[in-house]
């Protein structure tokens, strides 16, 4: 679990920082779960990766949310789905 506080799209510089730490984690990792990710629907793409599904569950920007990525070769041994929750 990696608490990133936010994936500050709008600051790039922070934002390459992340998205290397993210890569360097995925190296040896086939998930990768992710809080505080403050993204909303629009900015639902800023953590996707070529090899990974990711899964968020944000609802507003403002709200901490968190991403789950989860490697596609780990898709074809198991069966992974998103589950609605009941509020």
């Known amino acids: 679990t990696y608490n990133i506080n936010g994936t500050s799209v709008s600051n790039p510089q922070r934002n390459r920082c992340i998205t290397r730490n993210i890569d360097s984690l995925l190296k040896s990792s086939r998930v990768l779960c992710l809080q505080e990710v403050k993204l909303d629907y629009n900015n ?23 991403a789950i990525l989860v490697r596609r070769d780990l898709l074809k041994e198991y069966k992974v789905e998103q589950l609605k929750l009941r509020m």
């Not at 639902?44 to 968190?66: D, E, Q």
């Open 44 to 66: 639902k793409n800023a953590l996707s990766r070529p090899h990974n599904i990711t899964y968020y569950n944000n609802k507003t920007r403002n709200s901490a949310g968190t």
